[in-house]
């Protein structure tokens, strides 16, 4: 069981246990830099983590993937924000340490499976393992995980997924476990919560530039395009609609009207797709999600024939979206995540 030190993998734990599993706690140390407040953080959680094990009387071991965290997650998420990309670490982070390296770790100390306290489901349908949306729609997780496999879903419980947020405080109660009262965490995956801007600027070097609105008038400044997502707000109600790199201006607007100076659209071609069971039908309708805890939009997903079906697909919403490259476009088919893949 991946032990975070946080209520929602205690509990996770605890129900393992109770269940009749022979389950040992694993806390994942991992990569901060030595100038951020909370860089001694993790030896706090995994405290708590150790407390957790100690109160269920289950073993408890340190996994170290400090190196694998800084090579798959920060580097790369430094990497794509210097090409004016919109990385999403948390995906990486799920896909490369906790379902990556862990898991195969995990296997080769002996373990037959993993446990994490993400608010996800699986399920087998036709022989197939399917991943759903977890039960509370307000911390479901699903979105982070499109990259898993069935390899990976083979091997892997959710035991908090069917549960809402509010249940999973009253048996950490009822368990009385140690960490039942402590606030959730939240921020980018193990590093928590960080000012982007700030963390950037120690390895990105940038300088301020223009804002431009629609017209290609200046209407504002800003401290480095880098820093800025297609999408997000600017200063209400204007929104950031594209950025250019070369002459380190970005460009706003009320809305994502389709235009040829912004890429918001209709069509939106995607890259490194996984599909988590079957690939999905031409006539069918499905939603999708641009962004954690965004609006689900209604959508078909097409193939373009001089791609490779499969690693790449087009999809094709019913109304124009903002998107930026770089960041996670997951689909969905009712509550069952289909996968997803990524901006180009």
């Known amino acids: 069981m991946g032990l975070s030190g946080g209520v929602d993998s205690a509990v996770s734990v605890a129900l393992l246990k109770r269940a009749g599993a022979d389950v040992a706690g694993a806390f994942i140390k991992t990569w901060q830099p030595d100038w951020m407040p909370n860089a001694c ?24 993937l400090e190196s694998e965290y800084k090579k798959s997650v920060v580097d790369y998420m430094i990497s794509e924000y210097k090409l004016g990309r919109t990385p999403n670490p948390d995906v990486m982070c799920n896909k490369e340490i906790k379902f990556g390296a862990f898991l195969s770790r995990a296997l080769e100390l002996g373990a037959d499976m993993i446990a994490t306290g993400h608010y996800s489901q699986s399920k087998m349908v036709n022989s197939k393992w399917q991943m759903l949306m977890g039960e509370d729609e307000a911390k479901d997780q699903s979105y982070f995980l499109w990259t898993l496999n069935q390899a990976q879903l083979s091997k892997i419980i959710f035991p908090v997924g069917h ?29 928590g919560h960080i000012d982007m801007k700030e963390f950037l600027s120690h390895y990105i070097e940038t300088k301020p530039g223009h804002v431009l609105n629609e017209s290609g008038q200046v209407v504002g400044e800003h401290k480095g395009s880098i820093f800025y997502t297609i999408g997000q707000s600017w200063q209400r109600p204007l929104y950031v609609l594209d950025k250019n790199l070369e002459l380190n201006t970005i460009i706003v607007g009320q809305r994502p009207v389709v235009t040829d100076n912004t890429r918001s659209g209709i069509i939106c071609p995607l890259k490194r797709v996984n599909w988590i069971a079957d690939r ?19 959508c078909h997903i097409t193939h373009d024939p001089h791609s490779v079906w499969g690693n790449e697909c087009v999809v094709q919403f019913d109304r124009p979206v903002l998107v930026a490259p770089g960041q996670s476009v997951v689909m969905y088919d009712g509550d069952v995540c289909l996968g997803g893949g990524v901006v180009e």
């Open 163 to 191: 549960l809402l947020k509010s249940e999973v405080r009253e048996l950490a109660r009822k368990f009385r476990l140690p960490v039942a009262e402590k606030r959730d965490s939240q921020g980018i995956c193990f590093l």
């Open 41 to 64: 953080d993790w030896k706090l959680e995994r405290r708590d983590a150790m407390r957790v094990a100690t109160h269920l009387d289950i073993p408890f071991v340190t996994i170290d």
């Open 280 to 298: 999905p039908k031409f006539e069918n309708e499905y939603a999708a999600q641009v962004r954690y805890h965004g609006e689900k939009l209604l």
